[in-house]
C-alpha cells in the first residue's frame, strides 16, 4: 500500500502531521520531497517580476493595435 503523509521535521525526526494506520515497530519507506501545494522560489521569482513589469492594459491595446494593421478584423472591446 502507498499512502501520501504530511510530516515536518523537527530535532531530527519526522513527525506526522496526521495519524497514521501501523503497528508499533512497523518499518516503512519514506520518500521525501517538497510540499507540492507550496510555490517553489522560482515560481515566486518569477510571479513578482512579472507583476512588476506587466502592465495588462498596454498588452491589451497592443493586441488591439496588431490586428488593426493585420488581416484580422477589429475586436470588440
Known amino acids: 500500500m502507498i499512502k501520501t503523509v504530511r510530516a515536518r521535521y523537527c530535532e531530527g525526526k519526522l513527525e506526522p502531521l496526521e495519524e497514521l494506520d501501523l503497528d508499533e515497530g512497523e518499518?516503512?519507506?519514506?520518500?521525501?520531497?517538497?510540499?507540492?501545494?507550496r510555490p517553489s522560489d522560482e515560481l515566486l521569482a518569477a510571479d513578482k517580476a512579472w507583476r512588476e513589469n506587466h502592465d495588462p492594459e498596454a498588452f491589451k491595446r497592443m493586441i488591439y493595435l496588431a490586428r488593426e494593421e493585420g488581416s484580422r478584423e477589429r475586436p470588440n472591446p
Open 27 to 37: 518499518e516503512v519507506v519514506l520518500s521525501i520531497g517538497e510540499d507540492s501545494r
